[in-house]
């Protein structure tokens, strides 16, 4: 079941993304850190009311957030579409016991028919340079890689930059 988070999710969601922090950084991919992602990104997120859990027999197994707010490192990007009605993907995350099952897909699904339902030109997203996995799933869903940004938070290398036009 996909439902909006609340504020009782934010410590399960973080040992989540801890959990997938930690498989990413086992496989070479040093694209969350002890800076990302943090409570306070998520407080905001559902104050915000845009952060959506995936439960599996009660337990939340998957995150993603679905914004409608463009984050200023998106600004230099040449979109494809103009700056507005657009909806910003971030923080998408499965559990790694629970990697593989086609969840990371069921959210991008959910967020995709928000999306539609609610009249957006288009999604937009950035992922890790050096994730080719997450790469690929974007690309193998329709999604247009367009440019990079830099958070130097957590990388030295750059974000990539995907945008599907709805």
């Not at 996909?2 to 930690?22: F, G, Q, V």
């Not at 559902?46 to 200023?72: N, P, W």
């Not at 959910?110 to 690929?136: C, G, P, V, W």
Request: net charge negative; glycine share 4%; aromatic share 14%.
């Amino acid at each position: 079941m996909i439902r909006k988070a609340t504020l009782i999710d934010i410590e399960p969601i973080l040992i989540m993304t801890k959990a997938c922090a930690n498989i990413m950084i086992t496989n070479g991919i040093y694209q969350w850190n002890e800076h990302y992602p943090k409570a306070s990104a998520f407080e905001n997120d559902i104050k915000r009311d845009e952060l959506y859990v995936l439960e599996l027999e009660s337990q939340i197994a998957g995150c993603i957030v679905i914004s409608t707010f463009m984050d200023e490192e998106y600004i230099p990007v040449k979109w494809f579409t103009p700056n507005k009605n657009n909806i910003y993907i971030h923080r998408l995350a499965i559990h790694p016991k629970h990697q593989g099952s086609g969840y990371a897909q069921q959210l991008m699904d959910f967020a995709e028919q928000f999306a539609i339902d609610n009249s957006y030109n288009s999604i937009r997203l950035d992922t890790f340079s050096q994730n080719k996995r997450n790469q690929k799933f974007y690309e193998l869903r329709g999604y247009k890689k367009l440019g990079d940004i830099y958070f130097p938070k957590q990388s030295e290398f750059p974000f990539h930059c995907y945008e599907l036009v709805l």
